[in-house]
């Protein structure tokens, strides 16, 4: 679904990717991690066309990244944390999205129902608390029938009980083949859902594969271990 | 949900329109004061035209920084949909310039109209100093978005666009006199007119100037100015400037947000 072909990136001196190359596979999870500043903000920006690569191609669903935006039409993104205008309601934010896509579809609201939203999707977000927003944010994210959704720390500010509704949503968006690129750094709640895991340190794809496989090839029981084992470094990796 | 927090958002509903409205209302309320307590309509044009000067490139710096940085969030959401960052800039720019332009044309129009002073001042005078505050408030919103872009660091960009406003709107006057006097024994007509033309403030004073009698208040530099550019040619030579001062910075800030990594 996704292919990163030798992206570079700096900001001013400091390279953030550094020749990267890595495939997020089609109708699967993947879990981006790997440690702070390791260039997972930077490689979603460069997915969104937030930001440019210096060097290399990026190809989403087979078609190269440039100037033509068309290609974010199958995207979904949920920021982390995003302060989204306080008077505006999620719907009226919504609305005004689907204006400026040109999109003349029904939004796909069914995530807001099964998070009991209700009024707060009418309420301006400024009055919502933290994990209302949230839900909001998810609801966006998926509106307009993403074949492709990218997650912010996803589940930062909800509750248990949304936590699980959400989760259980994308498990059900994977079984329909939607592909998922999601980064957390809550491991357990990434092993529940990723079945592919890329790992990035130094701006490098230091690690990519099946969840199961990473942990065979470390000897972890769970991927936080085998996480901890790739963050000690490659030689770690290579001893187990 | 807290009663208090809803009626705050609801107040804070049209907030991307509060300010430019609050601005025309404290500009109307200024030019009505400045009409009722100057003498002659010379006095109080003069008088509004540099509340005008001073107000709308600092409102327009000031609001269009903040605004910008207030809406990255947004802005960003509205980067990763299927549109091109040209559509997304044009309707950043509309959105910000347009309400603060009208704002301050309605904000100095009222006061001669409620007073019944338009025909008696001059309607062209008066409809003047109108257009020059929008374009001064299109120019500084332009600016100020080019300021946003730049510094990623909302004090910092508020700082820069203080001092940004502090010199072409207070300072400018005083490095033009300092320059004028430092060079009293040789011609200053050259110098003067290319600091003037380096500051859109000076430019849209001494276009406004020219228009009315104001400028034999200016003596020498009034004069000079006066002789200078109170031609056809000069004006013709003063509203190119000015129009390069609109297009310039608006192709800089179309660039800039181009080329932006967010």
Same mark, same amino acid.
């Not at chain 1, 400024?126 to 209302?132: A, D, R």
């Not at chain 1, 966006?140 to 936590?163: H, K, N, Q, S, Y």
């Not at chain 2, 508020?158 to 072409?168: M, Q, R």
């Given at each position: ?45 460069? !997915?969104? %066309? ?51 896509? %040109? ?119 769970? !991927? ?17 | ?20 409205? !609050? ?32 107000? $709308? ?66 309607? $062209? ?16 919103? $332009? ?78 530099? %009034? ?40």
């Amino acid at each position: 679904m996704i292919d990163f072909s030798a992206v570079t990136k700096s900001y001013g001196k400091r390279a953030v990717l550094a020749d990267l190359s890595a495939t997020v596979p089609e109708a699967r999870i993947t879990a981006l991690v790997g440690p702070n500043g390791s260039g997972k903000t930077t490689l979603i920006k460069l !997915l969104l %066309g937030l930001a440019r690569p210096d060097g290399g191609s990026i190809t989403v669903g087979g078609h190269r990244i440039d100037s033509d935006p068309e290609y974010r039409r199958v995207i979904g993104w949920m920021p982390q944390i995003a302060s989204f205008p306080g008077h505006q309601s999620g719907r009226q934010l919504l609305a005004s999205l689907a204006r400026l896509r %040109g999109d003349d579809v029904e939004p796909d609201l069914s995530l807001a129902e099964e998070f009991d939203l209700g009024d707060n999707f009418d309420r301006p977000l400024g009055v919502l608390s933290g994990g209302t927003r949230q839900k909001v944010n998810a609801v966006i994210a998926m509106a307009f029938r993403p074949r492709l959704l990218v997650l912010d720390e996803p589940t930062a500010g909800l509750d248990p009980l949304a936590a699980r509704v959400l989760k259980d949503r994308l498990a059900r968006e994977r079984q329909a083949g939607v592909t998922v690129l999601i980064t957390s750094h809550v491991l357990p709640e990434l092993e529940e859902l990723a079945d592919h895991v890329l790992f990035l340190s130094d701006g490098r794809a230091a690690w990519q594969g099946d969840t199961a496989s990473l942990k065979r090839r470390t000897g972890a029981a769970t !991927l936080e271990r085998a996480v901890a084992q790739l963050l000690a470094g490659p030689l770690a990796l290579e001893a187990a | 949900m807290n009663t208090i927090a809803a009626v705050r958002a609801r107040m804070q509903a049209p907030s991307a329109l509060r300010g430019p409205v !609050l601005l025309a209302i404290g500009v109307a309320a200024a030019g009505d004061i400045l009409l009722r307590l100057s003498g002659d309509s010379a006095t109080a044009v003069a008088s509004i035209l540099d509340v005008v000067l001073i107000i $709308t490139p600092l409102m327009g710096l000031v609001l269009g920084t903040s605004r910008l940085h207030h809406a990255r969030d947004v802005v960003t959401l509205m980067l990763a949909q299927p549109v091109s960052r040209r559509r997304v800039f044009v309707d950043l720019w509309w959105r910000g310039a347009v309400p603060l332009a009208a704002a301050l044309a309605i904000g100095v129009l009222a006061p001669f109209v409620w007073q019944r002073q338009l025909v008696p001042t001059g309607v $062209t005078m008066v409809i003047s100093m109108a257009i020059a505050a929008a374009v001064l408030a299109v120019l500084s919103q $332009t600016l100020a978005m080019i300021i946003a872009l730049r510094f990623d660091d909302r004090v910092k960009a508020l700082s820069v666009s203080l001092a940004t406003w502090l010199l072409a709107a207070v300072l400018w006057d005083g490095v033009v006199l300092v320059v004028a006097l430092l060079m009293a024994d040789r011609p200053i007509e050259l110098p003067v007119m290319m600091m003037l033309a380096a500051n859109p403030v000076d430019l849209v004073r001494v276009m406004m100037l020219l228009g009315s009698d104001a400028a034999a208040m200016l003596g020498y530099t %009034g004069a000079m100015v006066s002789r200078t550019l109170g031609t056809v040619t000069g004006r013709a030579v003063l509203g190119s400037i000015l129009t390069l001062w609109l297009v310039i910075p608006m192709w800089w800030a179309a660039r800039s947000f181009q080329r932006k990594d967010f």
